[in-house]
């Protein structure tokens, strides 16, 4: 079973900075990987899938890189609706999330 | 636009059966290409894969969930169903729907709000 891991737990940016988010994957899932944001009291939103590939209506802020076992989610200038947890899935596993933190 | 929306007790007695109901529209469940899924979150916590079934009938399920779930479809009501049996208090989650796209983007494209679904006597 691949575990996927994300390291930070929280990460605190302020607007206009870039984040950087990352996941590990304990075994290589390819370019098979997506991100979602979750924010509070919200369903998860589909933001980056084949590890790369913006979904449809995602601003271009966002941007996924990585294949293989390392994965880095971006997001360029960080806007004051991108607080929330960060999310890396595979198949039918899940990361433990990072919390972005305004 | 497909759209899933939950419905069920928002409160079940420990050792007793949950069960959920997710109705679609904007689109048909019997539509191949798409598996029609289960997830749930604890309190605080991240995403746990519960399961899915496809148009087929063809149903997985998370191991460690196996033995006490079933995940049916009614194609003509275009709703899928989830059944939990022999609920304690670990199983308190926020459970969702959602349409899992696996064949083009490996994920869910699409996701019910959510239900809360406390147990407890």
């Known amino acids: 079973e691949i575990v996927l891991t994300q390291s930070l737990a929280t990460l605190s940016v302020s607007p206009g900075e870039r984040a950087t988010l990352s996941c590990r994957a304990s075994?290589?899932?390819?370019?098979?990987l997506v991100w979602y944001q979750q924010k509070p009291g919200q369903a998860p939103r589909l933001l980056i899938y084949a590890a790369s590939t913006r979904a449809p209506g995602i601003p271009a802020r966002f941007s996924g890189s990585g294949s293989g076992t390392e994965f880095t989610l971006t997001i360029s200038s960080l806007q004051s609706e991108d607080f929330g947890v960060y999310y890396c899935q595979h198949s039918f596993t899940f990361g433990p999330g990072t919390k972005v933190d305004i | 636009q497909v759209q899933l929306q939950e419905s069920g007790p928002g409160l079940v007695k420990p050792s007793q059966t949950l069960s959920l109901t997710c109705t679609v529209s904007?689109?048909?469940?019997?539509?191949?290409?798409?598996?029609w899924s289960w997830i749930r979150q604890h309190p605080g916590k991240g995403l746990e894969w519960i399961g899915y079934?496809?148009?087929?009938?063809?149903?997985s399920y998370n191991p460690s969930l196996k033995s006490r779930v079933a995940i049916s479809l009614d194609t003509s009501m275009n709703q899928f169903s989830l059944k939990l049996r022999s609920v304690t208090a670990a199983d308190t989650a926020v459970y969702y729907c959602?349409?899992?796209?696996?064949?083009?983007?490996?994920?869910?494209?699409?996701w019910g709000q959510g239900t809360l679904v406390t147990v407890s006597s």
């Open positions: 075994q290589s899932v390819s370019s098979n």
């Open positions: 959602a349409r899992d796209v696996r064949t083009t983007i490996g994920g869910y494209d699409s």
């Open positions: 904007g689109g048909s469940i019997s539509s191949g290409g798409y598996y």
């Open positions: 079934i496809y148009y087929s009938g063809s149903t």
